[in-house]
């Protein structure tokens, strides 16, 4: 079971921001930025490339999509923010859940993230 599973399944603690039936949005442990929220599939796909080869991707996307409007909202980001997906090792993924950084609160630069 990866980490994050475990956080769906409410074995391990986290801060939620948004839930709804497909999709687990918390506030990330470790921030780089005021608002840094996580937001995560609850059906466990390793990457955006195993999401990609699944039945269900675009149904996934839309759901991930929707919380991410929806973290947006609840966090007042209306000047902008950063959505991140990082894949793979060498794209600087630890988890090996498929994931999105919903980064803002403040004005981001290039260098920054």
């Known amino acids: 079971m990866c980490i994050f599973c475990d956080i769906i399944e409410k074995k391990i603690p986290s ?9 687990y949005c918390f506030n990330d442990i470790n921030p780089v930025a005021p608002v840094h929220v996580l937001v995560v599939p609850k059906k466990h796909y390793e990457d955006i490339i195993d ?21 947006a909202e609840i966090n007042n980001l209306g000047e902008g923010f950063r959505v991140i997906n990082n894949c793979r090792e060498f794209g600087g993924q630890t988890v090996k859940h498929i994931h999105f950084h919903v980064i803002g609160g403040l004005k981001l630069t290039e260098k920054m993230i």
Do not use: P
């Not at 801060?15 to 999709?23: I, K, L, M, R």
């Not at 996934?60 to 973290?71: P, Y």
């Open 15 to 23: 801060t939620a921001v948004y839930e709804d039936e497909n999709v």
């Open 51 to 71: 999401l990609a080869s699944s039945a269900d991707a675009d149904k996934v996307l839309g759901d991930v999509s929707r919380a991410i409007s929806k973290v």
